[in-house]
């Protein structure tokens, strides 16, 4: 096998499949990119078993073939040849690299353990504009759990109906919904998608004004940009019913400035950094929030104005969770929506209710 190639055109394809190259495995044939080469064509192709990425970029191929590299020593090495052109050739030491009067070689494994791909996923679709897509997932995908207690909850519920997209999103403790209009479907789709698969999603879509089709089938989810095509497998199982859990009606709604209590919350954090929860208490009453905090560190006493209205009511809660959540608004004005201090509450935008947060209050003894 041997191909010449742009190190530039080389390079940015690397960095595109690699993304989906495993990083602790034990096998370590998913720690490489597969190049194949054929038709004066180079196709990369990387997994780690839940996303696939391939992407196919022009090249001089003057013998045909195809090996596996390790992605991460590729990647690294091919970054910093700058704009030379490159010669790439199979040799006994594996692949074979030569630039300008310089050559160097890379290891490689053979292809014939890499997984087969399926890159033919079209049953059903979506089709939503770029900016909307990327929005949703901002605005949502940060509440997915981290942890393997329960792997489905680091995915995020997809559903396509009636003319929107909607993403659900929670680790146990915090829940986000997200809902934006889609241009077209071929009809209802429900699918739990990786959180992760959804993030370098949002990472490829560099034309906000366009549109992004997501196709689903088997299990399977795709989407196509530009020579680029993404495979993620779906999780399987019954994601939370989310209409069960919002709480429908309040006895506290409390409005305030987005801006300002973002700052307030954000002052108090950084005093309690490292505390297991995070912990900050809002006193509601006589039209302003009282917050504070305290640490070894330090602590906060601060107060915003508010509008009150319903009950008087001291709660405490993670402050992470709710600065995340002020964070991903957009409007002027936040709203919190709450009935007693040990039931969720509710965090949103006054004006815009596409994005709704809702938060498990910390049980305090004080």
């Known amino acids: 096998?041997?191909?010449?190639?742009?190190?530039?055109?080389?390079?940015?394809?690397?960095?595109?499949?690699?993304?989906?190259?495993?990083?602790?495995?034990?096998?370590?044939?998913?720690?490489?990119?597969?190049i194949s080469a054929y038709n004066d064509v180079l196709t990369l192709t990387a997994t780690d078993g839940e996303i696939a990425i391939e992407d196919k970029?022009?090249?001089?191929?003057?013998?045909?073939?195809?090996?596996?590299?390790?992605?991460?020593?590729?990647?690294?090495?091919?970054?910093?040849?700058?704009?030379?052109?490159?010669?790439?050739?199979?040799?006994?030491?594996?692949?074979?690299?030569?630039y300008g009067d310089s050559v160097s070689n890379i290891q490689v494994l053979p292809t014939d353990e890499f997984p087969k791909m399926n890159f033919d996923i079209n049953e059903?679709?979506?089709?939503?504009?770029?900016?909307k897509f990327k929005d949703l997932v901002?605005?949502?995908?940060?509440?997915?759990?981290?942890?393997?207690s329960r792997p489905i909850l680091k995915g995020c519920l997809l559903e396509a109906e009636n003319g929107f997209l909607t993403i659900t999103a929670l680790d146990g403790?915090?829940?986000?919904?997200?809902?934006?209009?889609?241009?077209?479907?071929?009809?209802?789709?429900?699918?739990?998608?990786?959180?992760?698969?959804?993030?370098?999603?949002?990472?490829?879509?560099?034309?906000?004004?366009?549109?992004?089709?997501v196709y689903t089938s088997g299990g399977m989810l795709m989407i196509s940009m530009g020579n680029t095509v993404l495979t993620s497998r779906l999780y399987q199982g019954d994601f939370i019913n989310r209409n069960s859990i919002i709480p429908k009606e309040f006895s506290t709604v409390v409005t305030m400035k987005k801006a300002?209590?973002?700052?307030?919350?954000?002052?108090?954090?950084?005093?309690?950094?490292?505390?297991?929860?995070?912990?900050?208490?809002?006193d509601i009453k006589n039209g302003e929030i009282r917050i504070t905090s305290s640490s070894e560190m330090g602590g906060v006493d601060e107060k915003v104005d508010a509008q009150i209205e319903g009950k008087e009511i001291r709660i405490a809660m993670n402050s992470k969770f709710v600065f995340d959540a002020v964070k991903a608004m957009k409007g002027q004005e936040v709203e919190l929506k709450l009935n007693t201090p040990t039931s969720p509450f509710i965090c949103e935008e006054k004006e815009n209710k596409d994005y709704l947060y809702l938060i498990l209050p910390v049980r305090t003894t004080a």
């Open 1 to 34: 096998m041997k191909f010449a190639v742009g190190a530039i055109d080389l390079s940015q394809s690397v960095i595109t499949v690699s993304k989906a190259c495993a990083t602790k495995t034990t096998v370590a044939v998913l720690e490489c990119i597969k």
């Open 57 to 98: 970029i022009k090249a001089d191929v003057l013998e045909e073939g195809e090996f596996c590299v390790p992605g991460r020593t590729f990647s690294d090495f091919i970054l910093r040849l700058s704009d030379k052109d490159i010669t790439v050739s199979t040799c006994e030491k594996g692949i074979e690299i030569k």
């Open 124 to 131: 059903n679709h979506f089709v939503i504009n770029q900016k």
């Open 138 to 148: 901002a605005g949502t995908a940060f509440c997915c759990a981290t942890d393997e």
């Open 173 to 213: 403790y915090r829940l986000a919904v997200g809902k934006e209009e889609i241009l077209s479907a071929s009809g209802n789709l429900k699918m739990i998608c990786p959180c992760r698969t959804l993030q370098e999603i949002s990472k490829m879509l560099v034309k906000e004004e366009e549109e992004l089709t």
């Open 260 to 282: 300002e209590m973002e700052e307030v919350i954000g002052r108090a954090s950084v005093l309690i950094k490292g505390d297991k929860n995070n912990l900050i208490i809002m």
